[in-house]
């Protein structure tokens, strides 16, 4: 079996959240990977995207053609080597995770079995959190979209804070304090502050939310920067998440050995795909952490957190959960916190073409 054709397209995707009317559009590059059996992998990123797109369509396409897609980690170190000379991240990490993805698809197509078993098949199903708790919304609603949530039986819920950009520490906590009193105990509660805090912003603010039994803080010190995370990991009861858009394992390994993260949050989309994901659950795992899934693409991250023995939890941000569902026929769907991945070959996912040749960006 050989790659036979490779082709990397643009959308630009209306989604809408609870209690907005006004769709927000998010640009998307959706790839596939075809070979000369008729086997296609899928993927999909929502970054980088005209440089992206030139990148795999005209250096990427051409250099992959004729290879043998079950050669994953050969294809990646290839790539690696002939277009990643310096060991960068971003713009390359991504087209990594595109192709990488879209070849452990094939895999599992060829194989007859989901990409979650090939990885290890560690568990049936991966805890399923709900990202809600958006900016934009006020107090008031949160406590409404939080109350309609759980009312669905989702019993896992993160929010945002850092809000105001980062200036107003009070209200933060007391977003927190409304939705803890809203849900009650009973519910587990994540916050995420996207880099925005100081260390010492971040250290205040986890002292007057550590009542509320929060189960993670996720990336909530500037740039990410190991030595302020470990310093305040030592300084709060709260643990500490980070690396979601990490684009290489020794990244990864910085917050690991440094002691600056309990959790490791390796993004297949954003790391390099499964074949660098499954190194950095590895490395965590050496170090008795577990992994779990922070940012976009829940489809295909639960087979990351599925096949990983310290695989956790896996992220239905409201946006990108139903940007997925646009932009794949069919998707796992949380259930009572939880989520079980298809046990379909490959990923299990078909893109809908249909409908998404309407907001193809041409």
């Not at 008795?288 to 096949?307: D, E, M, R, S, Y």
């Amino acid at each position: 079996m050989k790659i036979e054709n490779i082709q990397a397209s643009r959308y630009r995707v209306p989604v809408t959240i609870p209690l907005r009317d006004k769709p927000r559009f998010i640009d998307v590059v959706l790839t596939c990977v075809e070979t000369d059996t008729g086997l296609r992998g899928y993927s999909v990123t929502d970054v980088y995207g005209p440089a992206l797109t030139a990148t795999i369509n005209e250096e990427i396409a051409p250099y992959l053609r004729g290879a043998n897609p079950l050669e994953t980690e050969k294809i990646w170190q290839d790539l690696y080597t002939k277009f990643n000379i310096r060991c960068l991240t971003g713009l390359w990490s991504s087209v990594a995770s595109m192709i990488d993805i879209a070849l452990w698809d094939i895999k599992g197509k060829h194989f007859g079995e989901p990409v979650f078993r090939l990885l290890g098949g560690a568990h049936d199903r991966a805890q399923a959190y709900i990202t809600f708790g958006m900016g934009e919304y006020s107090r008031e609603e949160l406590v409404e979209v939080a109350k309609m949530l759980v009312a669905q039986g989702h019993t896992r819920l993160k929010m945002v804070v850092a809000i105001q950009n980062a200036t107003n520490l009070r209200e933060d906590a007391a977003r927190v304090k409304a939705v803890r009193e809203a849900v009650g105990d009973g519910i587990e509660l994540m916050v995420d502050a996207n880099y925005l805090f100081s260390l010492p912003q971040a250290v205040e603010l986890c002292k007057l939310i550590e009542p509320y039994n929060i189960s993670f803080f996720e990336e909530p010190v500037y740039g990410n920067d190991f030595r302020l995370l470990r310093d305040l990991r030592r300084k709060t009861t709260i643990p500490i998440a980070a690396g979601q858009q990490f684009g290489h394992l020794w990244q990864h390994r910085e917050l690991i050995v440094e002691e600056a993260v309990d959790i490791a949050q390796p993004n297949v989309c954003f790391v390099g795909g499964f074949t660098e994901a499954v190194k950095v659950a590895n490395l965590a795992r050496a170090f008795n952490k577990q992994i779990a899934n922070g940012g976009t693409w829940p489809f295909h991250n639960v087979h990351l957190q599925a096949g990983m023995v310290n695989g956790t939890k896996v992220e239905f941000h409201l946006v990108f959960w139903r940007l997925c569902e646009v932009i794949f026929k069919e998707g796992p769907k949380p259930e009572n916190g939880w989520v079980t991945p298809f046990e379909r070959p490959g990923l299990g996912l078909e893109p809908n073409f249909e409908l998404l040749e309407q907001y193809r960006i041409k």
